[in-house]
């Protein structure tokens, strides 16, 4: 291909190697360890200059996203390395158009030599190269063929009526006996009996809230908590008296769901294909239901009115017409919380913008105690925005230098807390296997005598809270990772977009 290097030259080498959840961890030949170990021997066999070798573990093949893929990108690009090996071409990745964007567009403009031992594929061989964007399509099937076999069996599961959540909705538990069951919570049924018993006698959601949080009661996060589920507790870290003050969404949420009528509900929010990361709400009229799985907490029939008289209350949209383009976006500076659109309570003028203002939706729900009181007009927010578009699309068009400055300074942040975020994750990493190798030892502690049964029990209890501590903990530092990369790429496509919008209008 033109543009790369010739094969007789030295190259400084980046070795990849990714394994996915869905590649499994018992086959040998598809670990990490196996992966950097035929890497590693190739570049030494060749003679090459090992720069560095690049580990995305636990990431899949059809997302690009991977913390370990970006920085051996970046290090392209600073021409760090200029050959880049994985063990075959699935560890590149499984998306047919993504691997070919890299495969002909990306390395060979960076004059970077590609090469997956197990497939032969080498971006100087153009015959091997000819056979590529088919084995593209095939791993691309691979992923597709294990995504539905997956979904296949959650949804056999799920149609013979088992629960599969990792813990069980407010007002149940699972059942000791068969963890795909649910039986009811006698501490906290009677609350959710209360709830619906109110929305029966005609109160909105609003005023049961109010009602709730007058008693004092736990919120089901925090009640979730006390039952050891983890992963709430940043919820009530900076506030406790938090942990009693009950969302709208959480009173609407358990009056909602059929699972208090005695019926699994499931397939909520569907993503288009596995592609696809988008995960659209669907109605509660449009969901699955599996009836009669465990015992309701209230009858299909009370069930059934909450429903009708929630729904005759449902606002048709674009009310007032108005159309909000801001909602889900804006959010209060001071909280974080969502900025809802209301009416600015003034006489009326032409145009319905300047007849509405965004206010803080927490203060508006629980006043003093959660924010305070402040707006902005809708007009002056559209203008603002109006005006930072134009600011950014003159600067796309005539400043290619302030582009790039704002580039560079969203990648240096990026990368400073993307590297924070990263060693934590491998130290969650390794402690998750010193926990498995401690909780070996003590298995064998156990069956020589060398420990009593109550010890073992106890120590073991303590191991598994903290692994459970740790992967929920690890979940939370990969999504934040992920959403990171997604926040600066998003940045630099808007600054693309307006850059091509403008030059084709011009």
């Known amino acids: 291909m033109a543009g790369i290097r010739a ?7 980046g070795n990849y190697c990714r394994l996915s959840k869905d590649d499994g961890t018992d086959n040998e030949s598809a670990s990490i360890a196996t992966q950097k170990s035929i890497l590693t021997d190739y570049v030494k066999k060749q003679g090459w200059n090992l720069v560095k070798t690049y580990v995305d573990d636990g990431y899949s093949g059809t997302n690009f996203q991977r913390p370990a893929f970006q920085e ?64 593209n399509i095939l791993n691309e099937m691979y992923s597709a063929d294990v995504s539905v076999k997956i979904k296949s069996a959650y949804r056999a599961r799920f149609q013979q009526g088992k629960f599969m959540g990792t813990t069980a909705p407010y007002g149940y538990v699972k059942d000791p006996a068969d963890h795909n069951h649910l039986l009811i919570d006698d501490k906290v049924a009677h609350v959710v009996r209360e709830i619906f018993d109110l929305a029966l006698a005609g109160n909105g959601i609003s005023k049961i809230r109010k009602h709730i949080n007058k008693q004092h009661i ?25 942990r009693y003050i009950w969302s709208e969404n959480s009173v609407r949420g358990i009056l909602r769901s059929p699972i208090y009528a005695g019926n699994l509900a499931g397939y909520k929010r569907i993503a288009a294909n596995m592609k696809s990361k988008k995960r659209p709400s669907k109605l ?11 015992e309701g907490i209230v009858t299909q029939e009370e069930f059934d009115t909450v429903q009708q008289l929630i729904t005759s209350r449902r606002l048709p949209e674009n009310k007032g017409g108005f159309e909000n383009i801001f909602a889900g976006v804006i959010k209060c500076a001071d909280c974080g919380y969502a900025m809802r659109a209301m009416s600015a309570n003034r006489r009326k003028r032409p145009d319905i913008i300047d007849c509405v203002q965004y206010s803080c939706n927490n203060y508006g729900r ?48 990026d990368q400073s807390r993307a590297k924070a975020l990263e060693k934590e994750q491998r130290k969650l990493n390794k402690r998750l296997a010193e926990l498995d190798r401690l909780f070996s030892s003590l298995y064998e502690d156990k069956v020589m005598e060398r420990i ?13 809270k903290e692994q459970l501590e740790i992967e929920a903990r690890l979940k939370e530092v990969t999504e934040t990772l992920n959403d990171s990369y ?21």
């Open 218 to 242: 736990l919120r089901p996060a925090a009640y979730a908590v006390t039952q050891g589920a983890t992963g709430y507790e940043r919820h009530f870290e900076d506030n406790e008296e938090n």
């Open 452 to 464: 009593t049964e109550r010890n073992f029990e106890m120590m073991s209890g303590k191991y598994q």
């Open 284 to 294: 509660p009229e449009e969901w699955e239901v599996i009836p009669d799985t465990h």
């Open 366 to 413: 629980y006043g003093n105690i959660m924010c305070t009181a402040h707006s902005i007009e809708a007009r002056d927010l559209f203008n603002a925005v109006l005006a930072d578009i134009n600011r950014f699309a003159d600067m796309a068009v005539n400043d290619e230098k302030a582009v790039r400055a704002i580039e560079k300074r969203l990648t240096e942040t």
């Open 7 to 13: 094969k007789n030259m030295i190259y400084d080498v």
């Open 72 to 135: 051996m990108l970046k290090d392209i690009e600073n021409g760090l390395i200029n050959c880049v090996i994985t063990k075959d071409l699935s560890r590149l990745g499984r998306n047919y158009l993504d691997c070919g964007l890299y495969l002909e567009v990306f390395f060979p403009e960076h004059n970077v030599r590609y090469i997956a031992v197990n497939d032969g594929v080498d971006t100087l061989n153009k015959s091997a190269m000819d056979i590529t964007p088919f084995r």
């Open 486 to 506: 997604e926040k600066s790429q998003g940045v630099r496509d808007f600054l693309s977009l307006i850059r091509n919008l403008v030059l084709e209008y011009k």
